[in-house]
């Protein structure tokens, strides 16, 4: 049986890191491509998916912040984990970082120990299974041709805009989205503005899924956001 090794892009201008990158994920087994243009960096990525992104945030031509949201907002690239190299340590640029819609941040200089914890970490990260058109994460069922939602075997009422949005952090299990980003993808609003908005439709969702175990996978991350979590609550009754 053979193992195909995940691949990595790394996206960096800085030889001196480039060359460690590239000796230790080797060395751990990883296959690495690297691009050292912001550009040609994220031509890479579109021509040829890779498992992962290494992404620095200062880099010529298109910063990292800019390739992770046009990563994002392209199908074919939207699901590889990007993992955000920075220089800067400040509070509010991790914020930043998860905004754009990178999975980790990593504050230079790491230690490469860490970086391939991480790497480990992302790669490993749970997709969403559909099933005969059917989306289930832990006790929630999603049924996209019909509309339908059921926990724990019950079923859920929701109103459109709260499918659209349950749906979306379905899709994405344990990935935390913030505000903005649910605005933006839910809404179509790019603005910073009526964020509160989400949390009202995240609270309806719970309110319907109140009855269930289907509530406590709706997890709320304290200044960022909110993901929906894979594992299955203790004490579910699970349907299949
Ligand atoms: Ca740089």
């Given at each position: ?50 498992d992962l ?40 640029d991790k ?44 006790v929630i ?100």
């Amino acid at each position: 049986m053979s193992v195909i090794a995940p691949r990595i892009l790394v996206i960096e201008d800085e030889p001196s890191q480039v060359e460690i990158l590239r000796f230790n994920l080797h060395q751990t087994g990883f296959e690495v491509q690297v691009e050292m243009d912001g550009e040609e960096g994220l031509q890479a990525a579109y021509e040829d998916p890779p498992d992962l992104i290494l992404l620095d945030w200062m880099l010529p031509n298109l910063s990292g912040v800019e390739i992770c949201r046009r990563l994002r907002r392209n199908p074919q690239t939207r699901e590889i984990p990007v993992i955000l190299l920075t220089a800067r340590s400040e509070e509010r640029d991790k914020i930043r970082g998860l905004d754009i819609g990178a999975d980790d941040y990593i504050t230079k200089p790491y230690s490469i120990k860490e970086l391939i914890a991480r790497i480990r970490s992302a790669l490993r990260r749970p997709m969403a299974s559909i099933v005969d058109h059917k989306l289930i994460v832990g006790v929630i069922e999603v049924d996209l041709e019909k509309h339908k939602v059921v926990s724990e075997g019950v079923a859920i009422d929701l109103g459109p805009i709260e499918f659209r949005l349950l749906v979306t952090m379905m899709q994405s299990p344990e990935r935390v989205f913030s505000r903005e980003q649910l605005l933006d993808l839910v809404w179509g609003i790019s603005a910073e503005l009526e964020t509160r908005t989400v949390d009202v439709h995240i609270g309806r969702i719970r309110q319907a899924l109140a009855v269930t175990k289907g509530k406590d996978q709706i997890r709320t991350v304290r200044g960022f956001g909110y993901a929906v979590n894979c594992h299955i609550p203790p004490g579910s009754k699970v349907f299949s």
